[in-house]
């Protein structure tokens, strides 16, 4: 997963090294988060931040003999990357993840479940747990398949775009499935908004790269500082 902060600056997950890492203006690399409680992280997928500095990421991976937790989790980093906090630990394969247009919700889908979850943000950057709901399912419980859900991104109307099975997934504020953009690849890993008005949006699958046009742009991330 890659995203860009407020400061225009790219952040970066980097399951094969553990970590999630942030590109400074002069090419240099500062490490986001690697542990938790001291230990080492999972294999960090995707990332978003948050109007205040705030990241958030998912931490898919276990149970896995070669990784120290035992659970998946999806965290929150402050702004000055002093606390990592673990937000939800009960999710089996945490992997997209995306904000509301106002950020008061955070949608997190799952793998392995096949479903997005919703969470209630509140003032501190936490989850309320008491508002977890199951936002819409894409698919059917079952082992690991090429069509889970992945990639999740929102347009400024509220509309949640999620890569799930059979394309691309479009989904009103209240999680009711407007249709599903179809392409030729069985699984799509990835997508995000871009271009100049933001209406283009991207998409990958295991080995192409793809775009279609919208007629809603997406939420703007900044620009490169």
Not at 118 to 130: E, K, R, Y
């Amino acid at each position: 997963g890659l995203t860009r902060d407020p400061q225009g600056r790219l952040l970066l997950c980097e399951g094969g090294a553990n970590r999630v890492t942030r590109v400074e203006p002069d090419g240099s690399i500062t490490v986001v988060a690697n542990s938790y409680q001291g230990q080492r992280l999972n294999r960090p997928n995707d990332v978003v931040a948050k109007s205040d500095g705030s990241i958030y990421f998912t931490d898919p991976g276990a149970p896995d003999p070669d990784l120290t937790l035992d659970f998946s989790g999806v965290y929150r980093v402050s702004p000055d990357l002093g606390t990592v906090t673990l937000l939800v630990r009960d999710l089996v394969f945490p992997n997209g993840l995306a904000f509301s247009p106002d950020e008061s919700i955070l949608y997190i889908d799952d793998y392995r479940k096949g479903h997005i979850r919703a969470f209630d943000v509140q003032p501190n950057g936490t989850l309320s747990l008491a508002s977890d709901r199951v936002f819409c399912k894409l698919k059917e419980p079952r082992p690991i398949t090429p069509d889970g859900p992945d990639g999740m991104k929102v347009d400024v109307e509220g509309n949640v775009y999620c890569g799930g099975s059979g394309g691309l997934w479009v989904l009103d504020s209240s999680g009711n499935h407007l249709g599903t953009i179809v392409h030729d690849a069985p699984a799509t890993t990835n997508l995000a908004f871009g271009g100049g008005d933001w209406k283009t949006l991207f998409f990958t699958t295991r080995n192409t790269l793809g775009r279609v046009r919208t007629n809603i742009p997406g939420v703007p991330v900044p620009a490169q500082a």
